[in-house]
């Protein structure tokens, strides 16, 4: 089995910054693209982010120019770092993984969710 944990939400005022992380850990032989969706009170699931394992990137247009995502193949980590948060922001946050067991299936794997809370 697969398992991805989140950390680094919160609550924060407008303006301000805030870093998630996110590790894989279980049976992975390899990780292609891994990303992060949020989900707001009564709204569907939407991609935040995504960065494939050769570094390339997708964005929102939402975030573009004030979300940073990055990640760290040999620890099976992605980062979110978020800049200049406004109230629109706020909702869960969920990781995402394709990942490749060694069994060489794939599976799309996700967090439990971290909050992320801006006040006005």
């Known amino acids: 089995q697969v398992q991805l944990v989140e950390s680094g939400g919160g609550l924060v005022q407008a303006g301000g910054s805030l870093r998630l992380s996110c590790v894989a850990s279980g049976n992975i032989f390899s990780i292609n693209v891994m990303g992060w969706y949020r989900q707001a009170p009564g709204k569907q699931r939407e991609l935040v982010a995504r960065?494939?394992?050769?570094?390339?990137?997708n964005y929102a247009d939402s975030v573009k120019g004030r979300f940073t995502i990055s990640r760290d193949n040999a620890k099976n980590m992605v980062y979110l770092q978020m800049n200049s948060l406004k109230p629109e922001d706020t909702a869960v946050y969920y990781c995402?993984?394709?990942?490749?067991?060694?069994?060489?299936?794939?599976?799309?794997?996700w967090g439990q969710g971290t909050q992320v809370t801006v006040s006005s």
């Open positions: 995402n993984a394709y990942v490749e067991r060694w069994d060489h299936r794939v599976n799309d794997y």
């Open positions: 960065i494939a394992s050769g570094g390339s990137t």
